[in-house]
């Protein structure tokens, strides 16, 4: 009888000392896969599952808990992507190892995968999130057709999951990547509010200023890049949006 093989992960890279993925210093492990097509995505490479290295959860742990000096009493370790919830057995097992060692685990996703009609997907994403100390939600846009537009997938599920975080008081930081002329319209970031004030468990809000450091990526990949020639918002324009989001 053979044995059971281990699980292993689809790994893009690794960032050892990570300071914007969540509190305090990070490892943040950024996973390969995303069914998501974000015409400013500045991690294209990232798409395919089938890319990056393998690991074992174990072995990746082994890795990263080298870095565990970095972190100190408010950090830890971070996982991004691609989209992580795409693994989710990986990622499951990956951050039962990390709570086994006291380490604090943040989820930074954009959602896509969650499918809160499926009882499978769901029982493994509630023991993820028994073992999730934070979640990193993007909100890419609130209108479902420029949602559509915008990422070529719906935001329904992705609006439910932040419903589910809020009602089992499960942390959770929201993130919008602001884009001059498309998802910066005072219609959206209002009714992105109108959510915010009924989300209970949210600690942070961010504004990401669009750029344009990934437009070198999606060159190399050959693949057209459709914001070509949209400028970054200008400082105004950000203090603008925060003010809007309360921020």
Not at 36 to 41: A, E, G, H
Not at 208 to 217: A, E, N, Q, S
Request: aromatic share 10%.
């Amino acid at each position: 009888m053979e044995e059971n093989k281990a699980l292993v992960g689809h790994v893009h890279s690794l960032e050892t000392f990570g300071l914007v993925d969540g509190p305090g210093v990070r490892t943040v492990v950024f996973l390969q896969g995303c069914r998501m097509r974000c015409r400013y995505c500045h991690n294209p490479e990232t798409w395919s599952m089938s890319g990056g290295e393998e690991w074992t959860a174990k072995d990746l742990f082994n890795r990263v808990y080298r870095y565990r000096t970095y972190w100190k009493n408010n950090g830890g370790i971070t996982v991004s992507g691609g989209e992580p919830l795409l693994q989710i057995d990986f990622l499951l097992e990956f951050f039962a190892l990390a709570k086994a060692k006291g380490i604090h685990t943040t989820l930074d996703t954009s959602a896509n995968p969650f499918d809160p009609d499926s009882p499978e997907f769901m029982d493994k994403f509630e023991k993820l999130m028994e073992v999730t100390d934070l979640v990193m939600l993007d909100i890419k846009e609130m209108d479902p057709e420029k949602h559509k537009a915008l990422t070529g997938q719906t935001n329904e599920n992705i609006l439910a999951l932040a419903d589910w975080l809020s009602d089992h008081g499960k942390a959770m930081w929201i993130r919008h990547v602001l884009v001059p002329d498309l998802t910066d319209d005072e219609e959206g970031l209002r009714a992105l509010r109108a959510k915010l004030d009924q989300w209970t468990s949210v600690e942070r809000v961010e504004i990401l200023p669009y750029h344009t450091l990934g437009l070198f990526k999606w060159k190399n990949l050959g693949i057209v890049y459709p914001l070509e020639g949209v400028r970054t918002p200008t400082l105004e324009e950000v203090e603008k949006a925060e003010k809007i989001l309360g921020i």
